[in-house]
């Protein structure tokens, strides 16, 4: 079982910057090490969107409206995949969510929120 917890979230002007984290907690090294990750978001009536993944052993993916300014990575070590976001607008702002997919079985954090102020 992989209990994913975000952090980071909270409320920013336009132009400014915010990491998100999500920590895998109660996983395994390996288990962590195998499985894609990814970060969603959503806003209120509307379904929930990538924003960008990054599969176990392959290249990190973008939606197009955060190409060139948001960032994902992760720590194998320390468990934990994060969404640096740059340069962030106004309709950045939504609930963010962590997922992760290991032996196709799908994990979802409790999401964080991002307000972007103009």
């Known amino acids: 079982q992989m209990q994913l917890v975000e952090s980071g979230g909270g409320l920013v002007q336009a132009g400014g910057s915010l990491r998100l984290s999500c920590l895998a907690s109660?996983?395994?090294?390996?288990?962590?090490?195998?499985?894609?990750f990814g970060w969603y978001r959503q806003t209120p009536g509307k379904e929930r969107e990538l924003v960008a993944e990054?599969?176990?052993?392959?290249?990190?993916k973008y939606a197009d409206f955060v190409k060139g300014r948001f960032t994902i990575s992760k720590d194998n070590n320390k468990k934990t995949i994060y969404l640096q976001m740059n340069s962030l607008k106004p309709e950045d702002t939504a609930v963010y969510y962590c997922?992760?997919?290991?032996?196709?079985?799908?994990?979802w954090g409790q999401g964080t929120p991002v307000t972007v102020a103009s």
């Open positions: 990054i599969p176990a052993g392959g290249t990190t």
């Open positions: 109660r996983s395994i090294l390996s288990t962590f090490w195998s499985s894609a």
């Open positions: 997922h992760a997919k290991y032996s196709n079985r799908d994990f």
